[in-house]
């Protein structure tokens, strides 16, 4: 029998079943609205594909009820454990108004929600993480005992909103997280242009925390560096900072052609990493997952997938009335 290597960073036969539901449900929830969005559905798709190891195996070294998600555009697969459903993603899709993030006034891909611990974000990349940091400043303050993470892709780690708020963060040992989804590509600009060192895990040195690497398709490693990160938040020692290195397997977004700056081959070569493929085959491999318990899982998220389309397709658009609705403090 070979050997279980989610066994050996504390996790469960049943944590990781879980963990590949979630991927795939992430994974089954971006394809079908890609093929929304080609069939004039929905106006816009910013992707997860590729990146939903790193996503739930980060979200599974935190705890839900009390820690605190800062999340970026491509987190589907991070704000599925923390609560939202298929149903949840598809009405924000539609924009519809009981989409959980914005009432159907946000772009997809913006979530949010109060009830989820999951900070509402904008569409200037980056915001995010000073917000995260304010917010392990004030629970701090308060005396709360929780952790922030704060997600986003290798670009957003150029932006001075990153440089400001690790500096912070590492000077008052504040317990945030901050955890790169590192896809190679800032939209087109590749990552030999975005960096003049080795990776963004270096950046840390500078503000006085740890900075580590890690193989963001294989969500037990990213579990187990971020577990280490959370504890180390908890217990007082300040922040992290954790790059998942992963391949964005579509364009960035719907409105965008990724094959005027990459090729064919690199894309099919990073195929052959697909995070779901790759876990797919370790849960084979111990014997956890069979033909049978892998059709089952399928048709059971293929079902979440088909009813949450079906309801948000049908679901009521916001009125015109509501426009203006908590804009000004009504």
Known sequence: MTTKRHEQVGLTDAQVLDMYYYMLLARKIDERQWLLN??????????????????????????????????????????????????????????????????????????????????????????????????????????????VYASFGEGSSNQGDFHEGANFAGVHKLPVIFFCENNKYAISVPLNKQLACESVADRAIGYGFPGISVDGNDPIEVYRVMKEAVERARSGQGPTLIEAVMYRLVPHSSDDDDRVYRTREEVEEAKKKDPLIVFAAYLREIGLLDEHKEADMLARVQLEVDEATEYAETAPYPTPESTMTYVYGE
């Open 38 to 147: 080609r069939a004039g559905k929905v106006p816009f798709v910013i992707s997860c594909q590729g990146q939903e190891a790193a996503q739930v195996g980060a979200a599974f070294a935190m705890e839900k009820d009390r820690d605190f998600l800062c999340p970026y555009y491509r987190d589907l697969g991070l704000v599925l454990v923390f609560g939202q459903t298929a149903r949840d993603c598809m009405l924000s899709a539609f924009a519809k108004a009981e989409d959980p993030n914005s009432g159907g006034r946000q772009m997809p891909g913006h979530f949010g929600g109060k009830k989820y611990n999951i900070l509402t974000g904008s569409s200037p990349v980056t915001t995010q993480v000073p917000h995260a940091v304010g917010m392990a400043l004030a629970g701090r303050m308060k005396q709360k005992d929780f952790v």
